[in-house]
């Protein structure tokens, strides 16, 4: 097989699968760049960083980290084994990796599998169903966040019920927060964009008896059909860094892909939690692995993550090849 970044077509089939990621409000803040077809360069896109929502630019590294997982992926099943030096150079403050390739034996079958479920990936706004996510698999995901070096942590009843009243907390106080609420509604939008979050993946807006889901449907009139039931105790994960540096949120973007596409290939639906976290960001001075009945942490949480079982749900758009790739 010839090598991934030798042809234009082998360039466009690794990139397509990368832009595949998730990213916050689908700010998609990414390019890419192939230097003399030996390194294919990942650099964070400034523009679309959320200035209100992610002034320190963790959120911007991890939805790139998730790119770059499926960068990898993509290269491994071309019978070739990605080499990723990441933040290769200060010098250049948008460049977070640096990509070779050399040949190697093909993929796994979990490789394979997840690679497969790149396009199948889609993050779910809707209500899931009572029925619980299998020990079965709750250790794969688990697993999954390791092999990237971090930690997902499944949290008891306890802990879940804590996790969701700071959740809900931080969602009225972001409601309450013009300039929030105007870069939600940059980022929100009726379709005919590449970006942003559609409202046809918009879930129901929620009833206020279940889990705080982010109310997407600010940006728009809600009629009485749209308030739905969430779970009361949905099943949650929390993603954890030993550090909190930039380097560390690359490493949490590519174990939560790794996490979510492990889901995805095991039928399971999840959607990110994030609210508490965003009020961390723009509130340094908070704490939240301290506060009383928070699990014990080793680090820092980068992501709380909401699995179960859903219905299928449209994916959202992407920008346009052309647009993500910068020639050398």
């Not at 929620?206 to 705080?212: A, C, E, I, L, T």
């Amino acid at each position: 097989m010839p090598h991934p970044f030798a042809t234009h077509v082998g360039i466009r089939r690794l990139v397509t699968a990368a832009i595949a990621a998730p990213s916050v409000h689908n700010t998609q803040p990414w390019r890419f760049r192939c230097e003399d077809k030996r390194v294919l360069e990942l650099h964070a896109d400034p523009g679309r960083r959320l200035p209100v929502l992610d002034p320190r630019g963790r959120l911007l590294h991890i939805s790139c980290g998730a790119a770059l997982l499926n960068l990898r992926l993509a290269i491994r099943v071309t019978g070739h084994r990605p080499l990723v030096q990441p933040i290769p150079d200060p010098g250049r403050p948008t460049l977070l990796a640096a990509v070779r390739a050399e040949r190697a034996p093909g993929p796994s079958l979990t490789d394979a599998e997840l690679y497969a479920a790149i396009p199948l990936r889609h993050t779910s706004r809707r209500p899931f169903s009572k029925r619980p996510v299998p020990q079965e698999v709750r250790r794969e995901l688990v697993a999954a966040a390791r092999a990237e070096g971090v930690a997902l942590s499944l949290p008891g009843p306890q802990a879940t019920a804590y996790l969701l009243s700071l959740v809900a907390a931080a969602d009225q106080e972001l409601a309450a927060d013009p300039g929030y609420l105007a870069e939600l509604a940059r980022w929100t939008c009726d379709g005919g964009r590449t970006d942003g979050v559609p409202s046809y993946t918009f879930g129901p807006r929620p009833s206020g008896r279940g889990v705080p889901v982010r109310d997407f449907g600010l940006a728009r009139p809600v009629s009485g059909r749209e308030v739905d039931h969430f779970a009361a105790r949905p099943q949650l994960g929390v993603l954890m860094t030993r550090g909190d540096e930039p380097e560390d949120w690359l490493r949490a973007g590519q174990a939560l892909q790794r996490v979510l596409l492990t889901a995805t290939r095991r039928g399971v639906s999840a959607s990110p939690m994030t609210q508490p976290l965003d009020m961390l960001d723009l509130d340094r001075e908070r704490d939240l692995q301290r506060r009383p009945g928070m699990p014990r942490a080793s680090g820092h949480i980068q992501m709380i993550i909401r699995f179960g079982y859903g219905p299928p749900v449209p994916g959202s758009p992407r920008r346009p090849f052309p647009e993500v790739l910068e020639r050398a």
